[in-house]
């Protein structure tokens, strides 16, 4: 099968490799779609030549292992990546990515999605329905990561939301707001594209910066980009005993305003990743109709372009997600 590895000069290969078996446990699939987002971005300098990257994948069961349960081949199925142990206090109540056996699918040496094929654990394989194009088995992953910050900003019908950053965790958040009860959802993003994005997501409102939204206070904000001001921002924007939840990856500090917290008695959580719960929601969502991942997607290209696509996402020059069609 064709692969695409990582490089010593933090590039990319294409190159031939044996398809994968499944072992005990295992599935291997033939992978539909891979999608990429900025932790993709921000892993690749940092990975060993030889890995096969790609966590926001799925596709269509091709070989089942032994003590894999019942799966049949031709199943399409998404793949939940975080490897967790099933064991400990947090895999017991869904927050897998807080296992401290935790790995990652595509992160490491488990083989991720800009493949042909891959073999992934057959207890992280959920089912997608026929009536699901089997591409958005790719978009499962973010949006459920957009599903858990929704949960953590705890959103309830009728109320309004700020959302900051319309990159790919932004957007499912918008949906998932509006999804959940919204009454109004405003997204904030300078790049005009993405805000057509976001209100193809269901976005009430749409704006260039926090100053430019309606500050009659909002109930619940979610920052998605991972600045320091926009935190600031977000403390202004909501109304007194508003919450506010941080979904954007920031490596610098990203201090709080005490006197604005303490006297608006704010909630200030932080967000990441998603819990398998969520992950199911997420395909029953897509199954119903009730969440439209079509406007989500963004440019797809074949495996020979992953180093194109990758400079896409790094430029911030696309809306949506990015895929890579292994096939």
Same mark, same amino acid.
């Given at each position: &099968?064709?692969?695409?590895?990582?490089?010593?000069?933090?590039?990319?290969?294409?190159?031939?490799?044996?398809?994968?078996?499944?072992?005990?446990?295992?599935?291997?699939?033939?992978?539909?779609?891979?999608?990429?987002?900025?932790?993709?971005?921000?892993?690749?300098?940092?990975?060993?030549?030889?890995?096969?990257?790609?966590?926001?994948?799925?596709? #269509?069961?091709?070989?089942?292992?032994?003590?894999?349960?019942?799966?049949?081949?031709?199943?399409?199925?998404?793949?939940?990546?975080?490897?967790?142990?099933?064991?400990?206090?947090?895999?017991?109540?869904?927050?897998?990515?807080?296992?401290?056996? %935790?790995?990652?699918?595509? &992160?490491?040496?488990?083989?991720?999605?800009?493949?042909?094929?891959?073999?992934?654990?057959?207890?992280?394989?959920?089912?997608?329905?026929?009536?699901?194009?089997?591409?958005?088995? *790719?978009?499962?992953?973010?949006?459920?990561?957009?599903?858990?910050?929704?949960?953590?900003?705890?959103?309830?019908?009728?109320?309004?939301?700020?959302?900051?950053?319309?990159?790919?965790?932004?957007? %499912?958040?918008?949906?998932?707001?509006?999804?959940?009860?919204?009454?109004?959802?405003?997204?904030?993003?300078?790049?005009?594209?993405?805000?057509?994005?976001?209100?193809? &997501?269901?976005?009430?409102?749409?704006?260039?910066?926090?100053?430019?939204?309606? %500050?009659?206070?909002?109930?619940?904000?979610? #920052?998605?980009?991972?600045?320091?001001?926009?935190?600031?921002?977000?403390?202004?924007?909501?109304?007194?005993?508003?919450?506010?939840?941080?979904?954007?990856?920031?490596?610098?500090?990203?201090?709080?305003?005490?006197?604005?917290?303490?006297?608006?008695?704010?909630?200030?959580?932080?967000?990441?990743?998603?819990?398998?719960?969520?992950?199911?929601?997420?395909?029953?969502?897509?199954?119903?109709?009730?969440?439209?991942?079509?406007? &989500?997607?963004?440019?797809?290209?074949?495996?020979?372009?992953? %180093? #194109? *696509?990758?400079?896409?996402?790094?430029?911030?020059?696309?809306?949506?997600?990015?895929?890579?069609?292994?096939?």
């Amino acid at each position: &099968m064709r692969a695409a590895v990582t490089t010593e000069d933090h590039g990319f290969d294409i190159i031939e490799i044996p398809c994968p078996t499944p072992g005990p446990g295992e599935l291997v699939i033939r992978v539909a779609a891979c999608g990429i987002c900025g932790s993709d971005i921000k892993a690749q300098p940092f990975m060993p030549a030889g890995i096969i990257m790609g966590h926001e994948l799925g596709g #269509e069961i091709v070989a089942v292992g032994s003590d894999a349960g019942g799966w049949q081949q031709g199943t399409n199925v998404a793949v939940l990546p975080v490897v967790s142990c099933g064991d400990c206090r947090y895999c017991a109540a869904g927050a897998v990515s807080h296992c401290p056996a %935790t790995r990652y699918i595509g &992160m490491g040496p488990d083989g991720g999605g800009f493949a042909e094929f891959a073999a992934v654990p057959a207890k992280h394989a959920f089912v997608l329905p026929g009536e699901i194009n089997c591409s958005y088995s *790719a978009l499962v992953e973010p949006f459920a990561v957009g599903l858990h910050g929704v949960h953590n900003a705890n959103v309830t019908p009728g109320e309004d939301v700020l959302v900051v950053g319309a990159g790919g965790v932004g957007l %499912t958040t918008i949906a998932w707001a509006r999804a959940l009860g919204a009454r109004r959802v405003t997204a904030v993003d300078p790049d005009a594209q993405r805000r057509e994005t976001a209100r193809a &997501m269901d976005a009430t409102d749409v704006v260039a910066s926090v100053a430019d939204a309606d %500050t009659n206070g909002y109930d619940a904000a979610v #920052e998605c980009v991972g600045r320091p001001e926009l935190l600031r921002a977000c403390q202004a924007a909501v109304r007194p005993q508003g919450r506010i939840v941080i979904s954007g990856a920031c490596a610098e500090p990203m201090p709080v305003e005490p006197i604005t917290a303490l006297l608006k008695e704010l909630t200030i959580r932080y967000s990441v990743a998603y819990t398998p719960d969520e992950f199911r929601t997420v395909i029953s969502a897509f199954a119903s109709g009730a969440v439209d991942p079509a406007p &989500m997607v963004g440019p797809t290209l074949g495996l020979d372009r992953i %180093t #194109e *696509a990758f400079d896409l996402v790094r430029g911030s020059r696309t809306h949506g997600r990015v895929l890579v069609k292994p096939e």
